[in-house]
């Protein structure tokens, strides 16, 4: 079963694209993708892609020391 879903924000783009059936390499991917600024003719876009497992260990990351506290544990991949 295919599964994407898109979101933008101003300076960034963000796709996750699932295959729950297929087990090929690169059918379960997160990417985010910048976006040019408005106020500029030309720039060069980045984009990171990731497998979701690493999408997860970042969002585990994140949830931890989003908010500036240090943490005595260390985020696991699930």
Do not use: C, W
């Not at 600024?37 to 020391?65: C, G, H």
């Not at 506290?69 to 991949?77: G, M, W, Y």
Request: glycine share 4%.
């Amino acid at each position: 079963m295919q599964f994407n879903k898109s979101k933008s924000t101003k300076r960034f783009n963000f796709n996750i694209s699932r295959d729950t059936v297929s087990h090929k390499a690169g059918s379960n991917t997160v990417s985010i993708t910048t976006n040019a600024p408005d106020d500029t003719y030309y720039t060069s876009r980045s984009q990171i892609t990731m497998t979701v497992k690493e999408a997860r260990a970042f969002q585990s990351f994140l949830n931890s020391y989003i908010d500036g506290k240090e943490s005595n544990s260390t985020p696991t991949i699930g």
